[in-house]
């Protein structure tokens, strides 16, 4: 197999996806102490990101700032912390601090978190709610600024952990969603929380905009047309594996402000090292639905994917961009002939430099930019075929 690549990446911000909100939960009856005020459910309303610049065949093209869906997010843990809605000082009482996860489940969110009526609220989030790490704290001194530690990370992951640059709320009295605090990077202030006196009303909602803390590398591959005319490939596996696979110590990501926009990463000054990590593109939840073989009678999905002289993405993975790891991808795969007949099973094949083109950090890696990698499947040479059939390479040109 030869693979190319063409260092396709984009750096992206914000963007606009709407999505359901939750709606509030009444949890206690209202009363007239602040201290003991009604709590309900914030709902999540929209996640953002957007796409800034596009570098293709390491030219850069500069674009218009716009946006584009933000997908692969599944859950993300938010933060929220209370200030008095008249003074806006910071809330002595931390009872009405809470953490919570949005979740995403069969096309609609769910939220966990809780607010206390008429408090006032800065929210901070990252996602997943479990980033790939030995252990995950967020801190805030003032309610005003945060602060995310992560130890020991995974240099790569089926995940794209982000963390949130801007956030800003709504009401929906009587049902009507009104913005109450304008979105804007730096800006965390969601506004006043307002509880729902019905249960199925839905009263406080949250916009968030996400920044990206790792790379992406998108993997395509293609047959190489010579080939495809007389033998067929299928892939019955791909795995992406790191033997220095964790980030050892303590990296922080400093939440955006009105100064930082896009935050500030420090990444740990430790080397990466053992233990090994692993993505597996064909059973992580990266690759397209449409992936797979499908059975000509039933339609069920099988566990093959035919390769072909057009390029099929396989899905994706995220890397630590703080340097450039080593990887090696391993494929297993079966070989066939233009009749049908099975040639050779199970064959495996490896490339122990999978990123090798890809820019290392002093060129110009950075969070957010994903790199598009198209794997050649190519013969090492062509005229030995018969029972034996012929070896196959991968190459990073």
């Known amino acids: ?87 806006h000082t910071r809330e002595s009482n931390t009872e009405n601090d809470h953490n919570g996860v949005f979740s995403y489940k069969n096309s609609k969110w769910s939220s966990t978190l809780e607010g206390s009526h008429n408090f006032e609220y800065t929210l901070f989030a990252y996602s997943p709610d479990t980033i ?63 509880v729902a006196e019905v249960s199925d009303e839905v009263r406080t909602r949250v916009w968030l905009g996400m920044r990206h803390l790792y790379a992406k590398a998108s993997i395509k591959f293609v047959v190489d047309p010579a080939y495809d005319l007389i033998r067929t490939i299928k892939v019955k596996e791909v795995k992406v594996k790191a033997a220095s696979g964790t980030l050892t110590g303590t990296s922080t990501y400093t939440y955006a402000n009105s100064t930082n926009l896009q935050g500030t990463i420090a990444w740990s000054t430790d080397a990466y090292s053992t233990p090994a990590a692993s993505v597996n593109l064909l059973q992580d939840p990266t690759a ?84 598009i990698i198209t794997v050649r499947v190519n013969p090492t040479y062509l005229y030995q075929l018969g029972d034996g059939d012929t070896d196959l390479e991968i190459v990073i040109e």
């Open 1 to 87: 197999m030869t693979a190319y690549i063409q260092s396709l990446s984009r750096l992206y911000r914000i963007g606009l996806m709407t999505l359901m909100a939750a709606p509030f939960l009444i949890l206690a009856s209202c009363v007239d102490e602040k201290e003991q005020a009604p709590r309900g459910i914030i709902g999540l309303a929209g996640l953002n990101e957007g796409v800034q610049t596009v570098i293709e065949t390491r030219a850069d093209i500069t674009t218009p700032n716009g946006y584009s869906k933000l997908d692969s997010v599944m859950s993300i843990k938010a933060y929220i912390f209370a200030f008095d809605k008249d003074t």
């Open 288 to 371: 397209p639905d449409d992936l797979f073989d499908t059975d000509p009678v039933s339609g069920d999905p099988l566990e093959t994917i035919t390769l072909s002289s057009t390029p099929k993405p396989f899905g994706w993975f995220c890397f630590l961009p703080k340097q450039k790891p080593s990887l090696t991808l391993a494929v297993k795969y079966d070989v066939y002939d233009k009749k049908g007949n099975l040639i050779r099973a199970d064959q495996e094949v490896t490339n122990g430099n999978l990123l090798q083109n890809v820019p290392t950090a002093a060129q110009g890696l950075a969070a957010g930019n994903n790199y």
């Open 132 to 194: 790939p790490a030995a252990s995950v704290t967020l801190t805030s001194s003032d309610g005003l600024s945060a602060q995310l530690q992560m130890t020991d990370l995974k240099v790569i992951t089926s995940c794209d952990p982000m963390a949130s640059v801007a956030a800003a709320g709504g009401n929906a009295p009587g049902g009507i969603l009104t913005r109450i605090t304008s979105f804007t990077e730096g800006s965390h202030n969601i506004g006043v929380a307002q």
